[in-house]
């Protein structure tokens, strides 16, 4: 009688674990999954962001001059970066991956960052400080 308790007791423990070991596995697998999104969902914003900016100063012309900001991060820590070197989109790059948005301007000059930016149009030539 006694042996046969402990071993449903075990048999107990053993599938509750597996329970745990499973719900442990979706939750992390969902934690993941939500970070992914957030990521990109970020990405998205500062892309929208930068090419909203220089679209903007291409169609106002020459003398437009606006200060703006953008986030640290991406999501949570996840930095990121801004290339700008083909000008006609802004490419936002973390982690192996890129979003990428197009603009309608063709000559862009400068390096948008996370602090302050000062964005120009100087004779057409959009231009972030």
Known sequence: MKG???MEFIIFVGVMLMLFSLA????????NDITT?????GARNVASTLA???NLAKEVGTGYKHTFSLPAYLYSSTNYSINL????FVRVEWKNRFYLLPTIAENVTGTAKSDGNVIKNIDGVIRFE
């Open 85 to 88: 070197s083909d000008s006609r």
């Open 37 to 41: 999104e957030s990521e990109i969902t």
């Open 4 to 6: 046969q308790t402990s």
């Open 52 to 54: 909203s900016e220089i």
């Open 24 to 31: 442990s596995y979706v939750a992390v697998t969902s934690l």
